[in-house]
């Protein structure tokens, strides 16, 4: 898509703008940034009630076996991520990640195993590649379907658990990672028990015809407020949750962005199915090896925020570079600034004292451990 191509809506388009939200170009489509009550709002009502997100403009592919046999789909994928999808339980969802040949990373997503299907959730900015990657390598063994009839929305928070037990009581049982189908409001949809915030809370796939009325019905609950792309994105820095895009691309592997954990036993070396998906063997030297440069958590001192893209010194006069920034802003639950950069091996400590060059001046922050909240997922 060209910068001139007209800009898409999600299914919700219409209500947003019927909320009062400001709307920008995001991924191709025209995105709510914030309603009327602010990003700082918006931000903290999340961590303290529910806050609903439309993300429908991500992407979601159904790769369903031509043999029927969910081991083939699995067993499938696993030629094309780094991740035990083969173990992946029913009723279960992964954070995966798409590399290509060159150990570098093409998309990340999620997957569940949904009995006789995979589902999977991708980037809006990645989707239709993505689906042209995954029909190449795995359409002579799975149907593949992006699906372009169904809205996402994400209930994010601590009370997001209760106003869904409004709707359907057995919402409780459901453990961090979990996916069933169930009714809101009369409608089938599929839940996930995950979201991108930090927050315990959850991810809603609804028909696009029943979109707006579903999600009109949940915003009706005292405890939720509608909340836009600028709070989206501090509340995901402040969890240490990459934003492809923005922190890791396809000039960062997973070891340099601190994802080893999203790989797990079996596909490493040694493991029972190790290796098979593309950039292998750069992927897998790293482990053993490590990286020369790695994510990072970075807290600015003082109150100044220092955002993407500014460049990380090891000294105070800009002599020594050692990497850059690749998101931040002000952390609203943290009450301070929140960065994550790139820096080389040497300066990855927590502790250690970088400089951030802003506006010719070069400010003193210091390697953090991620997050910088403390996640209340519910295992």
């Given at each position: 898509m060209n910068e001139h191509s007209p800009l898409k809506q999600?299914?919700?388009?219409?209500?947003?703008?019927?909320?009062?939200?400001?709307?920008?170009?995001?991924?191709?489509?025209?995105?709510?940034?914030?309603?009327?009550?602010?990003?700082?709002?918006?931000?903290?009502?999340?961590?303290?009630?529910?806050?609903?997100?439309?993300?429908?403009?991500?992407?979601?592919?159904?790769?369903?076996?031509?043999?029927?046999?969910?081991?083939?789909?699995?067993?499938?994928?696993?030629?094309?991520?780094?991740?035990?999808?083969?173990?992946?339980?029913?009723?279960?969802?992964?954070?995966?990640?798409?590399?290509?040949?060159?150990?570098?990373?093409?998309?990340?997503?999620?997957?569940?195993?949904?009995?006789?299907?995979?589902?999977?959730?991708?980037?809006?900015?990645?989707?239709?590649?993505?689906?042209?990657?995954?029909?190449?390598?795995?359409?002579?063994?799975?149907?593949?379907?992006?699906?372009?009839?169904?809205?996402?929305?994400?209930?994010?928070?601590?009370?997001?658990?209760?106003?869904?037990?409004?709707?359907?009581?057995?919402?409780?049982?459901?453990?961090?990672?979990?996916?069933?189908?169930?009714?809101?409001?009369?409608?089938?949809?599929?839940?996930?028990?995950?979201?991108?915030?930090?927050?315990?809370?959850?991810?809603?796939?609804?028909?696009?015809?029943?979109?707006?009325d579903v999600t009109r019905r949940i915003l009706e609950h005292p405890d939720v407020m509608p909340i836009g792309l600028g709070a989206r994105d501090s509340l995901r820095l402040e969890a240490g949750l990459c934003l492809y895009g923005n922190d890791i691309d396809t000039t960062t592997t997973p070891v340099e962005a601190g994802l080893e954990w999203a790989m797990q036993k079996a596909r490493r070396t040694g493991g029972a199915r190790a290796g098979g998906f593309p950039g292998a063997g750069v992927i897998l030297r790293q482990f053993a090896d490590g990286a020369t440069r790695r994510r990072v958590g970075l807290k600015p001192e003082g109150k100044a925020p220092v955002r993407g893209g500014a460049p990380l010194f090891a000294d105070a006069d800009g002599k020594t570079p050692i990497g850059a920034v690749t998101s931040g802003g002000f952390g609203p639950s943290a009450d301070h600034p929140v960065a994550m950069g790139y820096v080389d091996s040497a300066h990855t400590a927590n502790g250690t004292q970088v400089f951030a060059e802003v506006r010719g001046k070069y400010l003193p922050i210091t390697v953090a451990a991620l997050p910088f909240v403390t996640p209340t997922y519910k295992r």
């Open positions: 999600t299914p919700l388009h219409a209500l947003h703008v019927s909320l009062g939200a400001r709307m920008v170009p995001f991924a191709g489509y025209d995105m709510p940034v914030q309603y009327p009550a602010g990003v700082m709002k918006e931000h903290l009502h999340t961590r303290a009630a529910a806050g609903l997100f439309d993300v429908s403009h991500m992407g979601q592919v159904i790769l369903r076996p031509e043999s029927g046999r969910i081991e083939d789909a699995a067993l499938a994928l696993e030629k094309l991520v780094p991740v035990d999808i083969l173990g992946l339980a029913e009723g279960r969802q992964r954070y995966a990640l798409l590399t290509g040949e060159d150990g570098t990373i093409l998309d990340d997503l999620m997957v569940a195993n949904r009995g006789d299907h995979l589902f999977l959730v991708v980037n809006a900015s990645c989707k239709e590649a993505d689906f042209s990657h995954l029909q190449k390598h795995l359409g002579d063994t799975c149907e593949l379907t992006l699906l372009d009839d169904r809205a996402l929305i994400a209930l994010q928070g601590p009370r997001a658990e209760c106003v869904l037990a409004e709707l359907w009581a057995d919402i409780a049982t459901m453990r961090f990672m979990d996916v069933v189908e169930a009714d809101l409001h009369d409608v089938p949809c599929i839940i996930s028990r995950s979201g991108y915030t930090g927050e315990d809370g959850f991810e809603i796939s609804i028909p696009a015809a029943s979109a707006e």
